[in-house]
């Protein structure tokens, strides 16, 4: 049986201390018991000067009603991931992100733990670009192209789903109505939203926001802005939807946004009006929005990343934009049109790939897509010696005897799915309600699958 080594004190605070997030312990007295170099940085303090000392008496700016630590130790329940903006003893703005937690031993309160997750650089960033965005909005359209560098003649296709899209989003252009996108990484989601907004009468920015990573206080005051004094260090600062004012907003990943926000920007949507963060009065704004996912919908809906009522807000005007893998026809396109590309910046003159590199380009699966396969040219381009791209050009990221699965997973379960709603369908003679009874799904889920297939068009509600 293997010995098993005792954890030592000098052992367990070494693990605290190695930790990149601050933390602070307390008994429940309120003494401090251990405060970390982490925490000490966070605070501009030196970890003497906490250690030993009851919490309210380190941190004096804090009081019972305002203290996490106070709170846990009184009503023994946790408090995670709140948000806590301030300025240390050094007069530095820190923002981090706080989850206090309750020692319980035996069922005795033996004191807290807080643990500090220092977002300040992300606080730091976001300020930037909103600093940035509102110079852009301050000059005039013309000169900066209304923030975009894409319209629909961006859009190289010969497939007839991908141009249907795209006589979809063109029509969708002039209307006012939210748009959501679905497409995976690589797809091509901005360069679409883009041409739609080029494409419509807004005379105001186009402002691209990701909602990906972003803690949910920092992303409202990006969108919404801040008011003076709503928390430490707020300044009256104009949020994207004012920034944006007559023109479109584009939240790309919107399934990662908090649920919170999330709540906030229906609101948006249903009445157009905008309450900065710590403010009193709204704004009313004229913005459109077009939001972006990279998985369906539907599996966004069920693991509870997307609210229901938002998604039907912003699903007015749909677009799926089909993955490389089933646009084969478009491969050679958009090879011919990358090798053009690179051509003019490195100075070469590539007329083309051979015959083998040829088949082995149209028949990856491309899980990156036209990203994807813009990098491979790219990268191909950079060794390529003669006229021509070989196989040998490509070698490094397409080894000859690279593998490849014939038929993937998602390709045959889609098939799969998409053969059983035929069927139920065909036995309900079109009625969708006993078609998912059938199916055993709800009605609702069975409308949003019918909605991608063809066979839609005859069904009855």
């Known amino acids: 049986m293997r010995e098993t080594i005792p954890l030592t004190d000098g052992m367990f605070e070494a693990i605290l201390e190695s930790i990149d997030e601050g933390i602070h312990v307390v008994d429940n007295r309120g003494m401090t018991i251990y405060y970390n170099e982490i925490a000490a940085k966070h605070d501009g303090l ?15 700016s804090l009081s019972k009603e305002t203290s996490t630590l106070s709170h846990v130790l009184t009503t023994r329940k946790p408090i995670f991931n709140k948000d806590q903006t301030y300025r240390n003893m050094k007069g530095h703005l820190i923002s981090t ?12 309160l033996e004191g807290a733990v807080e643990i500090a997750r220092d977002l300040s650089r992300i606080k730091i960033l976001s300020d930037k670009v909103m600093e940035l965005q509102s110079k852009i909005n301050r000059k005039t359209v013309k000169e900066f192209d209304n923030g975009t560098i894409y319209t629909f003649e961006h859009i190289l296709t010969n497939d007839p789903v991908f141009i249907k899209v795209k006589d979809r989003a063109q ?47 920092i992303l409202e005051s990006i969108l919404f802005g801040t008011s003076k004094g709503s928390f430490t260090g707020a300044e009256e600062r104009e949020g994207l939807f004012e920034l944006a004012n007559g023109g479109t907003l584009f939240l790309d990943e919107i399934n990662s946004m908090p649920i919170d926000v999330q709540g906030k920007l229906l609101r948006v949507l249903e009445d157009g ?35 229901v009522d938002l998604f039907y807000r912003l ?15 478009d491969i050679s396109n958009l090879i011919a049109h990358f090798i053009k ?59 000859e005897n690279q593998s490849r699965v014939t038929a993937p997973l998602r390709d045959v379960l889609l098939k799969t799915e998409y053969d059983l709603i035929k069927q139920a369908m065909n036995v309900s003679q079109g009625n969708v309600k006993k078609a998912a009874e059938q199916l055993g799904i ?19 509600y």
């Open 341 to 399: 590309k690179y051509n003019d910046k490195f100075h070469k003159n590539i007329r083309g790939v051979d015959q083998k590199s040829a088949t082995l380009l149209s028949s990856r699966h491309w899980h990156g897509n036209v990203r994807e396969l813009e990098h491979v040219i790219q990268s191909a381009m950079n060794f390529a010696e003669g006229n021509t791209l070989t196989v040998d050009d490509f070698e490094v990221l397409l080894p």
């Open 442 to 460: 709800p009605r609702q889920t069975l409308q949003y699958k019918l909605s991608k297939h063809p066979l839609s068009q005859s069904a009855e």
């Open 46 to 60: 030196q970890v003497g000067d906490v250690l030993g000392t009851h919490y309210l008496e380190a941190f004096p």
């Open 315 to 329: 699903n007015v005007i749909y677009l799926r934009l089909p993955p490389l893998r089933e646009r084969k026809e």
């Open 171 to 217: 029509k969708a252009a002039v209307l006012h109505s939210p748009v959501l996108v679905y497409g995976e990484t690589g797809t091509g989601k901005e360069l679409l939203v883009q041409a739609i907004h080029n494409a419509s009468k807004r005379v105001g920015p186009f402002i691209a926001q990701n909602c990906a990573a972003l803690p949910a206080s």
């Open 97 to 108: 992100i706080n989850t206090t937690l309750p020692i319980v031993v035996n069922g005795n």
């Open 273 to 307: 009006v905008i309450r900065r963060v710590g403010a009193g009065k709204t704004r009313k704004v004229d913005v459109r929005i077009i939001a972006a996912m990279n998985e369906e919908p539907e599996s966004a809906l069920e693991a509870k990343r997307l609210r």
